[in-house]
């Protein structure tokens, strides 16, 4: 069995900052060499891809939060993290944490306020 909790999400306003964390625990899986990624969905929208890191700490995002958004991973305590910087009204989102290939977090709601 494998679980990930996304943690961290919250009320904050336009230009604010914040730090989701995702936890991963089971036994099933190593987790220093699976690739870890962030997505974000909108209401009405579609579930988008906001930043990747692969075992090897190469990292990708979304044209829309680069230079904002920092994916980051503790492989010693089988955590991703996402710090969240300059945020936007456009960031309101449900951010879920996911483990390749089918292992979803059950979600973190930020809300960014203008």
């Known amino acids: 069995q494998v679980q990930l909790v996304e943690s961290g999400g919250g009320l904050v306003q336009a230009g604010g900052s914040l730090r989701l964390t995702c936890a991963a625990s089971?036994?099933?899986?190593?987790?220093?060499?699976?690739?870890m990624a962030w997505y974000r969905q909108a209401p009405g929208k579609q579930r988008e891809l906001v930043a990747r890191?692969?075992?090897?700490?190469?990292?990708n995002y979304a044209d829309s939060v680069k230079g904002r958004f920092t994916i980051s991973r503790d492989n010693a305590k089988n955590r991703v993290y996402l710090q969240m910087n300059s945020l936007k009204p456009e960031d309101t989102a449900v951010y879920y944490c996911?483990?390749?290939?089918?292992?979803w977090g059950q979600g973190t709601l930020v809300t960014v306020s203008s």
């Open positions: 089971g036994t099933i899986f190593r987790f220093n060499a699976m690739a």
């Open positions: 996911n483990m390749s290939p089918e292992i």
């Open positions: 890191i692969s075992s090897t700490y190469t990292t």
